[in-house]
């Protein structure tokens, strides 16, 4: 009986020695879904929305107040300034140093505000209407000649380079009254009769849309104000193909500002007199892949009210609207109950809808990450925007930044998916780690207000500009082995390969 005992007792250590000998039983791949709900508030978000309006003249020079402006922002969710320059003293001669650092110090305020502008240079705002018949009688008009345009270009190279961070969009002005290209002196063959335009003179317009385009980063873009135009410059009918957007080549760079939105049937010149919606088509597609924004002239209704505007606003892709002007249509907006919807969808917004998320990582195994999200506005984002994911505790933040192009993410209603599988290195510590999407301007990735905000209940951080996905992962070694694909790795901390984007206080909240 006892060798029985003594028998099975060595049988029992037996196996106990051998599983203390094992290694730890691996964790079962598993997965959690997230479903997000949409939010319907109004905030603020980068180069999208209602702008406020600054006329800085050059024989009235100042310089905004950023707190100003930063209210703008805080108070009125805006995050657009019409920042027009008003060359009027120098319609003959090269702008001076002194208001060079005008413009200079006004781009910094705009910058310190944590805004952007809506870009415009023109040399007369003057609009003298003595007969009353709607056209201009201060005849010669006060714009600046070719040679002179293109001299003050190549000044101010260099601070449209150093300030491109803060510049949304630069629209072409310069050209005739307004800087809208119609009532010239010197850019038509008589200033008298601005709708004949010859072939020289176009000419001499693409000279100047040539050289501002070469003055500005090929990551932003210009408009001008008239379909025709830009059709006749380019000897191109066609809309952009979507293989030729944001090619960097000139005609992908040419957007529109229609600044008498629904003010007439054809929008006082934007479209064909005769046939106004033969344009549409034209525009619907041009617009999904270069700047729209504006302003109404105008009230005309019944054009002008809720219907039409709400329709044409998505059909266009607008991005951006004069908050100020015109005040009737504005107002009848608010009394017909559309105010809000424009607020919300002038330009891109973006709702997240579903993430499936793998809830365990080896070191040195991939994370799968499969988001799916929706782009809601009017317009996809106008300029370039990485895309970033974020784990982060109390002690650590890794960050993998993904290949795709926001500009591509359409308000067609289609479902954009991104989808994953993410190297996690061995230098990533174990440990739980929330789970962010950072979508920052690559110019200003430290500055959380350029960010882009996700339009989900409970996602933004604005400390940070991260969205909170809703989702943990834990770095164990006894996590299920998945191998990483497609060469994308978090980095930060000791596996610093690329920016790390770490914006103040991104380590202040977090689990772990």
């Known amino acids: 009986m006892n060798k029985t005992i003594f028998a099975i007792f060595l049988i029992v250590t037996a196996g106990l020695v051998g599983c203390l000998n094992q290694p730890p039983a691996e964790s079962a791949s598993t997965t959690s879904t997230v479903t997000y709900i949409p939010t319907t508030a109004i905030f603020a978000n980068p180069e999208r929305g209602f702008y406020r309006y600054a006329q800085i003249d050059s024989s009235d020079p100042y310089v905004l107040d950023s707190q100003t402006l930063t209210v703008y922002r805080q108070n009125e969710n805006v995050t657009l300034l019409y920042c027009l320059f008003v060359l009027d003293e120098f319609v003959e001669q090269p702008i001076s140093a002194a208001f060079l650092e005008t413009i200079a110090q006004n781009f910094t305020a705009v910058r310190e505000s944590g805004l952007k502008c809506v870009l415009r240079f023109a040399y007369t705002y003057e609009w003298i209407d003595e007969d009353g018949d709607g056209e201009p009688d201060n005849l010669p008009y006060g714009d600046a000649d070719k040679a002179t345009i293109l001299g003050h270009l190549e000044q101010l190279r260099p601070l449209i380079v150093a300030n491109s961070d803060v510049i949304a969009v630069w629209q072409a002005g310069f050209i005739g009254i307004f800087g809208e290209w119609y009532y010239t002196d010197h850019f038509v063959d008589n200033p008298a009769v601005p709708y004949e335009i010859s072939a020289a003179r176009y000419a001499d317009r693409l000279e100047v849309l040539t050289a501002l385009l070469d003055v500005l980063p090929t990551s932003r873009m210009t408009q001008i104000r008239y379909l025709e135009q830009k059709r006749i410059l380019y000897d191109e009918t066609a809309p ?62 019944p054009r002008s009210d809720c219907p039409t505007a709400t329709s ?67 317009s996809a984002p106008l ?14 933040l890794f960050t993998a930044t993904l290949p795709d192009d926001p500009r591509l993410w359409l308000a067609d209603g289609n479902i954009v998916t991104l989808n994953y599988n993410i190297h996690v290195p061995n230098c990533v510590p174990t440990g739980a780690y929330e789970l962010h999407l950072y979508l920052p301007d690559p110019l200003l990735p430290e500055r959380p207000e350029y960010a882009a905000r996700i339009a989900n209940d409970g996602v933004w951080e604005a400390a940070s500009g991260y969205n909170d996905l809703g989702h943990t992962v834990v ?33 202040s909240a977090g689990v772990g």
């Open 383 to 396: 300029n370039p925007r990485d895309v970033v994911l974020v784990l982060r505790n109390h002690n650590d």
């Open 475 to 507: 770095v164990s070694e006894n996590a299920a082995s998945h191998p990483a694909a497609g060469g994308i790795s978090f980095v930060g901390g000791e596996c610093v390969q690329e920016t790390l984007y770490l914006p103040a206080v991104v380590l």
């Open 240 to 301: 952009l193909a979507p293989t030729e957007a944001y090619s960097g080549m000139d005609r992908a760079r040419v957007g529109f500002h229609n600044d008498c939105f629904l003010s007439s049937d054809d929008d006082v010149g934007t479209f064909n007199g005769d046939d106004p919606t033969a344009d549409y088509p034209y525009l619907a597609a041009e617009s999904t892949y270069t700047p729209m924004g504006g302003e109404s002239c105008a009230h005309n209704p």
């Open 312 to 378: 044409e606003l998505a059909l266009f892709h607008y991005t951006y609207l004069n908050s100020e002007y015109h005040e009737e249509v504005l107002q009848s907006w608010v009394d017909g109950g559309c105010m809000n919807e424009i607020k919300r969808r002038l330009g891109y917004r973006l709702e997240l809808q579903e993430g499936v998320y793998q809830d365990q990582v080896r070191p040195n195994d991939g994370l799968q990450v499969t988001i799916q999200l929706k782009n809601v506005g009017y």
